[in-house]
């Protein structure tokens, strides 16, 4: 009877599912990493050298952010532009910084008199990108990302 009862113990424990071990693949796991992640924010902005000492996210985003305003205006008031009627236009300047520094230009939008009054100026502003000095990359979870955004130009031409 005790050899009965170990054999009927030994079926009912090997039968039980909380023995069974699912198995977990590699794809499952990475698929639900990338539902959980957060596309929208990185860790560290791009950032030019002399904004790396500042602490806050946000100090560094608003540095890096007056410093490419300012080499970008200050590259443009260095050329001579021509224009027959006085412009005062907001460009709205789509940029992109690659995970590698690279800063490439996806589109501008600027009113349809800037555009006839200076058709060289998107010419100019990518001039103005070539020349800008090292920018470090965006940083998600301790890795270089690219990253896309908008940045006002104000051009006033008398």
């Given at each position: 009877m005790k050899q009965f009862c170990v054999i009927l113990l030994v079926l009912m424990v090997s039968s039980c599912?909380?023995?069974?071990?699912?198995?977990?693949?590699?794809e499952a796991i990475l698929k639900e990493e990338l539902q959980a992640f957060d596309w929208e924010h990185v860790d560290t902005y791009p950032s030019f050298a002399q904004c790396d000492s500042l602490q806050l996210k946000e100090e560094q985003k608003a540095c890096f952010e007056s410093t490419l305003y300012a080499e970008i205006s200050e590259f443009l008031q260095n050329e001579i532009i021509i224009v027959t009627q006085d412009?005062?236009?907001?460009?709205?300047?789509?940029?992109?910084?690659?995970?590698?520094?690279?800063?490439?230009?996806?589109?501008?939008?600027m009113d349809s008199l800037t555009r006839s009054e200076i058709p060289e100026l998107q010419n100019l502003i990518l001039k103005s990108l070539d020349a800008l000095p090292k920018i470090n990359a965006a940083i998600k979870r301790s890795q270089p990302v690219t990253t896309?955004?908008?940045?006002?130009?104000?051009?006033?031409v008398e």
């Open positions: 599912d909380y023995f069974n071990v699912k198995k977990t693949s590699s412009i005062n236009d907001t460009l709205i300047l789509k940029l992109r910084v690659s995970k590698e520094g690279d800063v490439s230009l996806l589109d501008t939008k896309e955004f908008e940045m006002p130009l104000i051009v006033k």
